[in-house]
Nanobody, 124 residues
Framework: QVHVVESGGGLVQAGGSLRLSCAAS????????VGWFRQAPGKERDFVAA????????YYADSGKGRFTITRDNSRNTVYLQMNNLEPEDTAVYYC?????????????????WGQGTQVTVSS
């Protein structure tokens, strides 16, 4: 069982930045791919970004390309999502999720372990 905990959410003005963190309990964390998803009120949960266990492969939704960067520090068992130039449309609860094997990083059903989420609110 892997426990992941998100942090770093908050309230920011449009054009601002936030860095989300996803900390995991698992020592073999480098074996796990990690994805970030978000869910706005009344909407489905959407893929944001994902990173392979080694960190060599990254994937992004079109909505975040050029603005969001996913990285990981396996020595700290942590994955980061740097979000720049935030827009009100980025307002959502952001979740991180982990999985040992992944074929489609965009697919939330590929992920086995989920955190509780962290709220990101972008004001206009």
């Amino acid at each position: 069982q892997v426990h992941v905990v998100e942090s770093g959410g908050g309230l920011v003005q449009a054009g601002g930045s936030l860095r989300l963190s996803c900390a995991a309990s698992e020592r073999a964390f480098s074996s796990y791919a990690v994805g970030w998803f978000r869910q706005a009120p009344g909407k489905e949960r959407d893929f944001v970004a994902a990173i392979s266990g080694s960190g060599r492969s990254t994937y992004y939704a079109d909505s975040g390309k050029g603005r969001f960067t996913i990285t990981r520090d396996n020595s700290r068992n942590t994955v980061y999502l740097q979000m720049n130039n935030l827009e009100p449309e980025d307002t959502a609860v952001y979740y991180c999720a982990a999985t040992l094997r992944i074929r489609d990083p965009n697919d939330q059903y590929e992920y086995d372990y989920w955190g509780q989420g962290t709220q990101v609110t972008v004001s206009s």
